[in-house]
Structures are given as C-alpha cells and as structure tokens.
T-cell receptor, first 113, second 110 residues
Framework: ETGVTQTPRHLVMGMTNKKSLKCEQH?????MYWYKQSAKKPLELMFV???????ENNSVPSRFSPECPNSSHLFLHLHTLQPEDSALYLC????????????FGPGTRLTVT | DAKTTQPNSMESNEEEPVHLPCNHS???????IHWYRQLPSQGPEYVIH???SNVNNRMASLAIAEDRKSSTLILHRATLRDAAVYYC???????????FGPGTRLSVLP
C-alpha cells in the first residue's frame, strides 16, 4: 500500500465511449503524474501537475484530458480512444520539490475495443 | 530518450549480493540519481536516490562514482521477492525530464 489509489483497476471501453480514470493520494504531496505503460515498452510520462498547475505535457493526444482539482486528486478523461491506447495507466505523486521521490498507484488496466 | 544505460537482464542466486550497474555519462551537476523497481503486475516502487554521496536505506545501497557518470544499486542479500525490473533514472532540479528506460530485469534463482 503506497498511499496512492487508482480507480477503476480495470476498464474496457469502446472507441466512442467517454470514461474517466481517478487517482487519489493520501501522502500530503503537491505533485501528481500520469504515466502510460504499453506492453513491452518503457513507462511514458504523460502529464505532470505541481501545486495543481500543469507543468508538463509530453505531446499527448487531445483525446486524453487531465484534470487536477486539488493536490490530492487527479483525473484522466478519455474520449474517442483508439485500440493502440490500450495500456496500463499509472498515477504517481511526490513532494513539489527535489528530489521528487515518486510513489505510484497500482494502475488502471485499460482495454479499448 | 532515457539518459541512462543499463544491462537488459541480470541473474542472481538467492541470498547473494547483487550489483546493478547504470551509466549516465551526460549527467549534469544538479541531476539526482533515482532507482525504482517494478514487480510483476504492480506499479513502480521507489528504491533509493542520491546526488553525490553513497546512500544506504533499508532496501538497498547506492554507490555513486566520483565523477557521477555511473552508479551501482546494491541489494545485499537477494530474495525471490527482489525479482523485478530495476530502473535507473536521472531527474533534474525542477522535477522534469523524468524518463524511464527499459531497465534491468533481475531474475533471482533459488
């Protein structure tokens, strides 16, 4: 138990659906992250929020829309996804300053049909 | 692209020490060296980090070369539960450019 929870743990959605992934951290951290892990590929950093402000967006397609209403919660809104978006989506949190030691949630396994 | 290079895989016997190497020849003066590991079907787990000096914690030790261009993660007594992918990552002072490479897949043999 890392103090970072993600829901749902598994999600199957069609290409025309809209769904959201939720992440919550109970560690008092100020920075939150979304990562994508596709099969047999390294983790890819998608978005970073620090003190609720988006500080990094690594050329992620607009069909992925993050939202950070406060320092404890992070959402990833999904719409019109493609089958190649099927992956494990991981959330992490850290303090808002160096050394940015990150604590990861268990991930949401997303399948797009 | 990841700024570190690691062997793709390593093997160890149970209860023996394991030394996992990492090269980071382009490290800048303010980059932290982080190590994470990912057990099967789990999210990555923080292991240890350092800046210039060697570091020890309950999980592992981190030995950093004097020129900081390489480091070694040391597991003092490998157990079967240490079988995982180990990632060596550089992070700048602003928390950006945190790039995971493919890591080293450690197998522990009973």
């Amino acid at each position: 138990e890392t103090g970072v929870t993600q829901t749902p743990r598994h999600l199957v959605m069609g290409m025309t659906n809209k769904k959201s992934l939720k992440c919550e951290q109970h560690l008092g951290h100020n920075a939150m992250y979304w990562y994508k892990q596709s099969a047999k590929k390294p983790l890819e950093l998608m978005f970073v929020y620090n003190f609720k402000e988006q500080t990094e967006n690594n050329s992620v397609p607009s069909r992925f829309s993050p939202e950070c209403p406060n320092s404890s919660h992070l959402f990833l809104h999904l719409h019109t996804l493609q089958p190649e978006d099927s992956a494990l989506y991981l959330c992490a949190s850290s303090q808002g300053g160096p050394p940015y030691e990150q604590y990861f949630g268990p991930g949401t396994r997303l399948t797009v049909t | 692209d990841a700024k570190t290079t690691q062997p793709n895989s390593m093997e160890s016997n149970e209860e023996e020490p394991v030394h996992l190497p990492c090269n980071h020849s382009t490290i800048s003066g303010t980059d932290y060296i982080h190590w994470y590991r990912q057990l099967p079907s789990q999210g990555p787990e923080y292991v240890i980090h350092g800046l210039t000096s060697n570091v020890n914690n309950r999980m592992a030790s981190l030995a950093i070369a004097e020129d900081r261009k390489s480091s070694t993660l040391i597991l003092h007594r490998a157990t079967l539960r240490d079988a995982a992918v180990y990632y060596c990552i550089l992070q700048d002072n602003y928390g950006q450019n945190f790039v995971f490479g493919p890591g080293t897949r450690l197998s522990v043999l009973p």
